[in-house]
């Protein structure tokens, strides 16, 4: 495998905004040869993954600032490309493979199976090659097969952050830069992908805090501190592993208890917990095996499926989530702080070596130090119960000590029930002697079974012969039947009748009968194209006042009785024409058949789907912060314009990096992108335009009729 | 600033359409729902509520200064709240493209080189004029000469108002708070 060679030399970088370096390795130069691996540890915030963005091509050109000194890759010179390219460019690109940094999501598209797809299909591997290299991979990232068709927002932290290495992996990279690519991982997965990465043939850069998996004879390593080199190495750390842990017997009544307990849309089985005052209690647990969730349940911010949750009443409960972002917001830590816990609240700061960012905006802090200003936010309140997820991610070894000791102490915590759900070996030092009790439990094996979720409708919840009725209803109402029939039109014939139906009802004379006469056809047309026609009633039931405003407007305008009730309709049968057409919306096949059949440029469809297809989680994240802020007695409003411009702005960076990684800038006229799915026209592409044809003959002929008959 | 649109610039416009777009499918209904109480003052609606309706565009165009970028955030909105729920059904990509056009056409102007008050505000007075040409003839062709007269100083006012110096205190809001450093606008 043709691989490249790296040469970095009095590297700086000085992000769009800020005054200071947030890298500076003036003084240090480092040349990897083709094939080699570059291994990169340091302290969070130290950093890393600057480093890492530099030498994946992407700074200056995808993220804003200003990147000097000297940096090769592959024979090209990156420094000049940040001055010039508005991104990777094009040699580098088709040969890179990138896994950011979670827990934040690092995807492109929420389907696994899509978001893999990207970088083939940006590099033209043809649609019949792309499952079994999406499933050979898998293996390789410790990505379990099943989880291919499943969408990425389902996954736990180590499920995303092995679904990052298989995409990163899947088109076979000759650079392959790795930031925390273990993150989360439990032990097994994390040694299956280390191997991998191990033994790959391209040439590595990984960013790591836990060095002992991926440590080899020939490695490199650069230790970094402050956006400095303190250290290079040619030899690995000392591998550190799971110790025995006692699992001590904790005191005192449950505060919260959890009697198998499921969670609203989670695909997790049924937990039993307890925690008591004074005791720590560790879930540790495989990846994926639902250790989230059940913190959330302990905290109340997921609303049970089944099971009961039973607490103590007016418990103060802290939750540090493992996205601190969450927790933290856009706002300065101090902003979540009541007046009362400022003074804790610097002491934990101190502590944990953020004093002096309590007041600093979220915004330009690496992802290590907003963990710790969460951490103190949870702390500071001395909270009747505390649940951290994975709080020693994005930590450095010294400060993961630090932490352990924080939480170990019995003054600090005194009566508080601490739940810590971990994979993190490193946290071990929670059980030095002398500490508080600590219990730890294995999730799901000892905290119940886990069983498969039934699958519920409308007629689940109803008796037998009343049942039976529903089923039929809801079959004969919902789109199954038609596509069964006759499968979905193609996404552009819908949209080209859309706009025929449109300029129908505006080229007709706006009385109730002619514009009723498009409504109906169209209704027919849309039945069989798949439309839910409940769910639309519905939608027009909504819109019903502003007809009425319309039709009055018009009265009061001084327009005619007939005239008025004629913009009415014709508003109606707009929303019969095109609006119901275009139901059910599938922003994917729309943008396949927009790239296949109108050759639209890929960047900006991928772009523009991408940033829709996380309207959904968006809108989930801003419930669960809502959940996790109301926790605490100041949360800002999310309602608000701002903070949501903001915490949607906030997520674009990423989103082009992942869009940019994966290749999709590279497919031009010339060389098209392939497409997973091919978009097709069918039989119910020709019903359909059948159909219009045939709504249109009798609008003209009522249209004649009327001619004729009025003298 | 490098001429060509990077994945930066077009996930940009592209979050702020669709978030324009989801703020407009939620005014649509207000709107809808407050419309039977305006429909004897119905200038006094547009007044009112109409100018949120073209933010998109200045907004889209003041963060990133280039060719089409009002254009495409107030269409890309347009269409997002037209999918979410809409009255105007696909007429609101209609709306939105002559809004988008009359904003773009401001930021034009001065060559995509100014982003102040003044290009704010003529973006969102002529996003205005950009509704009056296409709702007057196709929602109000039968209307007296003085109650089209009234509508079309309601839609131009209120555009350049909420809209263009609306985008521009959401923009400055955006500054403050970092969020414009992390995308380099």
């Not at chain 1, 460019?89 to 690092?106: C, D």
């Not at chain 1, 400060?399 to 019995?410: M, P």
């Not at chain 1, 002398?434 to 409708?457: F, K």
């Not at chain 1, 919902?478 to 949209?495: K, V, W």
Request: net charge neutral.
């Amino acid at each position: 495998m043709p691989s490249l060679s790296i040469e970095i030399a009095d590297l700086t970088w000085r992000p769009a905004g800020s005054d200071r370096l947030t890298l500076d390795l003036r003084g240090t130069s480092v040349t990897l040869p083709a094939g080699g691996l570059l291994l990169i540890s340091g302290a969070s915030g130290a950093g890393k993954s600057t480093l890492l963005r530099a030498i994946a091509g992407l700074l200056g050109t995808v993220l804003p600032g200003e990147l000097r000194g000297r940096l090769v890759v592959g024979g090209i010179d990156l420094i000049v490309a940040a001055n010039t390219e508005s991104g990777i460019p094009r040699e580098l690109s088709a040969r890179l493979g990138y896994v950011a940094a979670g827990p934040a999501p690092t995807y492109a598209l929420p389907l696994l199976l899509d978001d893999a797809a990207l970088p083939l299909e940006s590099r033209q591997i043809s649609s019949d090659e792309m499952r079994s290299r999406i499933e050979r991979t898998a293996r390789d990232a410790a990505v379990d097969v099943a989880l291919i068709d499943r969408n990425l927002n389902t996954f736990s932290g180590g499920e995303r952050a092995a679904a990052a290495a298989l995409v990163a992996l899947v088109a076979a990279p000759d650079l392959l830069i790795a930031d925390e690519p273990l993150g989360g991982l439990d032990v097994r997965s994390a040694e299956r992908l280390a191997t991998t990465l191990r033994e790959s043939g391209a040439t590595r850069v990984i960013a790591a805090h836990d060095l002992s998996l991926l440590g080899s004879a020939t490695a490199q390593h650069l230790r970094l501190d402050g956006g400095k080199v303190v250290a290079k190495l040619v030899t690995p750390e000392p591998p550190s592993e799971w110790g025995l842990m006692p699992s001590a017997a904790g005191g005192g009544a449950p505060i919260v208890q959890l009697v198998r307990a499921t969670a609203t849309g989670r695909d997790v089985g049924p937990s039993s917990l307890a925690v008591m005052r004074g005791t720590t209690t560790l879930i540790t647990g495989a990846t994926g095996s639902g250790k989230s969730t059940l913190l959330h349940l302990v905290a109340g911010t997921l609303s049970l499926d089944t099971g009961e949750r039973i607490a103590a009443p007016d418990l103060q409960i802290r939750f540090a989530p493992q996205d601190s972002g969450l927790l933290l917001g856009a706002r300065p830590a101090r902003t979540l702080l009541e007046p009362s816990e400022a003074g804790r609240a610097e002491h934990l700061a101190h502590r944990l070596g953020v004093a002096e960012l309590l007041d600093a905006s979220p915004g330009r802090l690496s992802d290590g130090e907003r963990r710790r200003l969460s951490l103190v936010v949870a702390l500071a309140a001395a909270p009747d119960v505390l649940i951290l997820d994975e709080p020693g991610g994005g930590l450095d070894d010294e400060r993961v000590a630090a932490l352990c000791d924080l939480l170990s102490e019995h003054e600090l915590l005194d009566g508080s029930a601490v739940v810590i759900a971990t994979h993190d070996p490193r946290m071990r030092a929670l059980s030095r002697s002398g500490a508080r009790a600590l219990r730890r439990i294995r999730h799901p094996e000892e905290t119940g079974t886990s069983v498969e979720l039934a699958e519920g409708g409308l007629a689940t919840l109803l008796p037998a012969p009343a049942a039976r009725v529903a089923e039929s209803a809801e079959r004969l109402l919902s789109p199954d039947l038609g596509r069964r029939l006759i499968g979905t039109a193609n996404p552009l014939t819908r949209l080209g009748l859309a706009l025929f139906w449109f300029a129908l009802s505006i080229a007709s004379p706006a009385t109730p009968v002619a514009q009723a006469a498009i409504a109906l056809p169209v209704l027919a047309v849309a039945w069989v194209s798949g439309v839910q026609i409940l769910a639309t009633l519905q939608l027009a039931l909504a819109l019903t006042p502003a007809l009425a405003g319309i039709v009055i407007a018009n009265l009061v305008g001084g327009a005619s009785v007939e005239e008025a009730v004629g913009a009415g309709t014709r508003l109606l049968a707009f929303a019969a024409g095109s609006l119901v057409l275009l139901r059910p919306f599938e922003p994917l096949r729309m943008a396949d058949a927009f790239v296949e059949k109108l050759h639209a440029p890929f960047a900006p469809t991928m772009a523009l789907l991408a940033t829709a297809a996380r309207i959904p989680t968006l809108r989930d994240e801003a419930r669960e912060r809502r959940a996790i802020r109301r926790l605490t007695r100041r949360g800002a409003d999310p309602l608000l314009l701002v903070d949501m411009f903001d915490s949607v702005l906030r997520a674009v960076p990423q989103l082009a990096i992942a869009l940019e990684v994966r290749g999709v800038r590279l497919p031009t006229r010339i060389a098209p992108p392939t497409r997973r799915r091919p978009s097709r026209f069918g039989r119910a592409d020709l019903l359909i335009v059948g159909l219009s044809v045939g709504g249109l003959l009798v609008s003209v002929a009522r249209a004649v009729a009327e001619s004729i008959l009025t003298p | 600033m490098k001429s060509s649109w990077g994945l930066m610039d077009l996930v940009t416009v592209a979050t702020i359409g669709i978030a324009s777009g989801v703020l407009f499918a939620g005014w649509n209904l207000v709107w809808g729902a407050a419309s039977p109480l305006f429909a004897a003052v119905l200038p006094l609606q547009y007044l009112l509520f109409a100018g949120t309706w073209v933010i998109a565009g200045p907004l889209a165009g003041l963060i990133i200064r280039r060719p089409g970028a009002a254009l495409a955030g107030e269409m890309i909105a347009a269409s997002v709240s037209f999918l979410l729920a809409s009255q105007w059904s696909v007429d609101a990509i209609f709306s939105g493209a002559a809004q988008g056009v009359g904003a773009e056409l401001a930021f034009a102007a001065v060559r995509y080189r100014v982003a102040g008050w003044r290009v704010a505000l003529a973006a969102g007075a002529l996003s205005g004029v950009g509704m009056v040409l296409h709702d007057l003839p196709l929602y109000f062709p039968d209307v007296s000469t003085s109650f089209a007269a009234a509508l079309v100083a309601a839609m131009v006012t209120s555009s350049a108002i909420i809209g263009g110096l609306g985008a521009l205190l959401l923009r400055a809001a955006l500054r403050r708070s970092g969020a414009l450093d992390l995308i380099g606008a």
